[in-house]
């Protein structure tokens, strides 16, 4: 399985960045969908997550902000980032926990990471 970002970049505080994640390979069911990020000299930290049910939960930081979505049809999903600010600046990657058949476990899979830069 292959997770694959695209929509980060520079941005001015104030600003919106719309990120996509889109899933390949052999997948029977992606139970849950988010976006983690790290920012220089911090940790990874959860940004946003939500399940094929579409329960969603966000990080106190982000939230009223940012919005997560999914397309299950596509192995979609996305992070509409408004109101950016300067600590909004990280790399954010995308994270799925996929099933490839009915009676496979379900494993974690990550993306390569997209640069987000908020200038102030």
């Known amino acids: 399985v292959l997770l694959v970002e695209s929509g980060g970049g520079l941005v001015q505080a104030g600003g919106s960045l719309r990120l996509s994640c889109s899933a390949s390979?052999?997948?029977?069911?992606?139970?849950?969908m988010g976006w983690y990020r790290q920012g220089p000299g911090k940790e990874r930290e959860l940004v946003a997550g939500?399940?094929?049910?579409?329960?969603?939960n966000y990080a106190d930081s982000v939230k009223g902000r940012f919005t997560i979505s999914r397309d299950n049809g596509k192995n979609t999903v996305y992070l509409q980032m408004n109101s950016l600010k300067p600590e909004d600046t990280a790399v954010y990657y995308c994270?799925?926990?996929?099933?490839?058949?009915?009676?496979?476990?379900?494993?974690?899979?990550w993306g390569k990471g997209t640069l987000v830069t908020v200038s102030s």
């Open positions: 994270n799925a926990d996929v099933r490839s058949s009915r009676w496979n476990y379900v494993m974690e899979y």
């Open positions: 390979g052999t997948i029977y069911s992606i139970p849950a």
């Open positions: 939500i399940t094929s049910a579409e329960r969603k």
